[in-house]
């Protein structure tokens, strides 16, 4: 069974200060999937990357994927309250397209 | 668009009786997900229905948990003899089904709030 490990497992910063959060497994990704949590709610996907070295900007979001698909990293320029939340990494697993394995995220708290 | 509903959003009950929750995929979505998301455990597959069928079972933690999806839609997870550790949110999620696609997005629900007393 393929784990993935997020860190930091908490992250509290203030309003305009720069994060990097990681997610790392030991085994190659076929793809990695980004989501975000916010309290109550369901994830909500961010980025899906799929290629080596890969890097995708959303805004004040860059996602990286390592070279040899083991790892991934989020980059948050500029952080603000509403960045708040739970970010995930996900997987598919199994060989499968369908099924997702989650890291157990970084909690993220930016205050103002 | 109307997006995944689950109902109810909370729900207490008493350790041995039994639960039902409640999931409304996005319309035409043929996949279908339930994961459990307990306190620093992060997300745990437990289900993945194709239409009514459902070709993985897997992350089913015992045989007092059952689902079951009608009419390719609506979708129930079943929880018998309820005990507090299955204390949890419940989250659905659906997807369209797109053969070949790497990584496949799911939508998910804002979950069900389970606690066994």
């Known amino acids: 069974t393929q784990l993935l490990e997020q860190s930091p497992q908490f992250l509290s910063i203030q309003e305009g200060e720069n994060l990097t959060v990681y997610c790392n497994s030991s085994?190659?990704?076929?793809?990695l999937q980004w989501y975000r949590q916010e309290p109550g709610e369901g994830p909500v996907l961010l980025v899906t990357?799929?290629?080596?070295?890969e890097v995708k900007k959303l805004k004040r979001l860059t996602f990286q994927f390592g070279d040899a698909r083991k790892d991934s990293s989020l980059h948050i320029t500029a952080a603000q309250p509403g960045d708040t939340g739970l970010y995930l990494c996900?997987?598919?697993?199994?060989?499968?397209?369908?099924?997702?394995?989650f890291g157990k995220g970084t909690l993220l708290t930016v205050n103002p | 668009g109307a997006g995944v509903s689950q109902s109810p959003s909370n729900k207490v009950t008493e350790k041995g009786k039994d639960v039902e929750l409640r999931c409304d995929p996005i319309s035409g979505h043929t996949a279908l997900y339930w994961y459990r998301q307990s306190l620093g455990q992060g997300l745990e597959f437990l289900i993945y229905?194709?239409?009514?069928?459902?070709?993985?079972k897997s992350g089913l933690p015992s045989d007092r948990f059952s689902a079951e999806r009608t009419g390719g839609s609506v979708s129930t997870l079943t929880i018998q003899r309820t005990q507090q550790e299955d204390s949890a949110v419940y989250l659905c999620?659906?997807?369209?089904?797109?053969?070949?696609?790497?990584?496949?997005?799911?939508?998910f629900g804002p979950g069900t709030r389970l606690t066994v007393l």
């Open positions: 999620a659906s997807s369209p089904t797109r053969r070949g696609v790497v990584g496949n997005e799911q939508f």
């Open positions: 996900a997987q598919n697993s199994g060989g499968s397209n369908y099924k997702l394995t």
């Open positions: 229905f194709q239409g009514n069928s459902a070709p993985d």
């Open positions: 085994s190659v990704f076929s793809s």
């Open positions: 990357v799929v290629t080596g070295g």
